[in-house]
């Protein structure tokens, strides 16, 4: 197994803490440690990031009709009863 920092080699490593021992992973290079949470919450956030990339490209490709239905920030709202002075 590589180390996805800097590329070197990881060991397998039994770590102590207040909940009891469980196996992580080491890089003998940089010292990054590596467990089943810490692997489980960098999926669950590069999922959350490529999420907000297809929105904001999204986004970004819509007309401002679609971006903004109700009219731009700078125009009043679409059927407002307010009148301009």
Known sequence: MRCNRCGGMMVSE???SI???F???????????????????RKNHEAKTRREQ?????????????????????????GSSEKNP
């Open 23 to 41: 196996l992580a992973f080491r890089c003998i290079s940089c010292g990054e440690i590596v467990d089943h949470i810490i692997l489980e919450n």
């Open 19 to 21: 909940d009891g021992p």
């Open 14 to 16: 039994n770590i102590y």
């Open 54 to 78: 297809r929105l904001q490209k999204k986004d970004i490709e819509g007309t401002p009709e679609q971006l903004y239905p109700h009219g731009t920030p700078e125009e009043p709202l679409r």
